[in-house]
Every structure is written in C-alpha cells, then in structure tokens.
C-alpha cells in the first residue's frame, strides 16, 4: 500500500519568529481527504558534550511549554543558512561558555514528526576547552556536569524528561 498522503491545498494561518503553522488538505491512501495541522520549523542541533573529566554538560532552563525547568543537554535552533555543524559550536559556546576542539554528527531525527517539519542534528563534542558562557537576552540558564553515574540514576528516577537529551543519553551510556 501506498503510505503518502499527497497535498491538495496548503493555507499558512501563522507565521512567527520561530515557527509558522499551516493546514494541509492530503488525499489519504483510501483516496479520501484529511486535514494536517502542521508546525513548521527550520531545525536545530542537540550537542552532547563530553569533557576532560568524561562528565557530561548539561543545562537548567525553565520551559513556558513545560511550565517547568528541565534539565537537557545544550541546544538550539538553526539560524538561517546557517550549517548544522556550525549551529552546534555556536550553541555549544554560547549556553555553556566551552569550545569543542572535536565535533561530530551523530545522526539526525525528527523529535515530533506527527506534527512539525523540525529535524534535529545531534552532534558528540569533546575535547572541550573551557570559556565564558555568551547566552541570548531572553535566556536563562544554569550550566551542570554529570558523571555517567549521575546521568543514569537521573533517568532512572525520572528526572531527566526531554527527548532529545534521553536520546542522546541513551545513545551514549548504551
């Protein structure tokens, strides 16, 4: 069977800063039509940040979505035409003050495919070099270090709620 679910119309009803949001009319594999109700998102990039000690750096930030402050690994939002690798280092430097000497792509995913374009590139740095954190105007956030240790027994009890730290966590301590 075929699975796709081809356009018949696209109407935009918002368009923001960060994220614009459109309805699809699509023609399902029975051949009737459905509405989508789609977030689009230019992407961003998740850094899971090893330094010398093998801690892991990790940030507090409160969430408005959430309504709450979850602990994650760095990460933002791609700005326009910009590459994801450079995204990362720029993130990286920015929210935690540390400059990554090795910088490697993962893999790439969508953290919420049933309703937005967003695709997030996770990237391993290490070989960190310490420096002085640059966050935006409207961030807050404070800086941590976990050993692998702490990292497990946090998932363990639940504390640690956001997807693409637990993937990239995960990924990491297998």
């Not at 979850?70 to 910009?82: M, R």
């Not at 003050?97 to 049933?114: D, N, R, T, V």
């Not at 960190?128 to 998932?155: Q, R």
């Amino acid at each position: 069977m075929d699975l796709n679910e081809p356009t018949k119309n696209s109407n935009t009803i918002f368009s923001g800063r960060i994220i614009n949001l459109r309805i699809d009319d699509v023609v399902l594999p029975n051949g009737k039509v459905a509405k989508r109700e789609i977030v689009e998102h230019g992407g961003g990039v998740s850094i899971l940040a090893i330094n010398k000690d093998g801690k892991i750096i990790m940030v507090k930030q409160y969430r408005k979505p959430a309504e709450k402050v979850l602990l994650e690994i760095p990460a933002g939002k791609l700005d326009i035409g910009e590459k994801p690798d450079e995204c990362a280092k720029r993130e990286l430097m920015e929210e935690t003050g540390y400059i990554a000497k090795e910088l490697k792509h993962i893999f790439s995913f969508y953290p919420s495919p049933g309703f937005s374009t967003e695709v997030l590139h996770l990237y391993l740095a290490d070989d960190l070099e310490k420096g002085t954190p640059h966050t935006d105007a409207d961030e807050f956030l404070d800086v941590y270090e976990y050993s692998v240790d702490e990292i497990k027994e946090m998932i363990k009890n639940g504390l640690i709620e956001d997807a693409k730290t637990l993937i990239a966590l995960l990924y990491y301590i297998k």
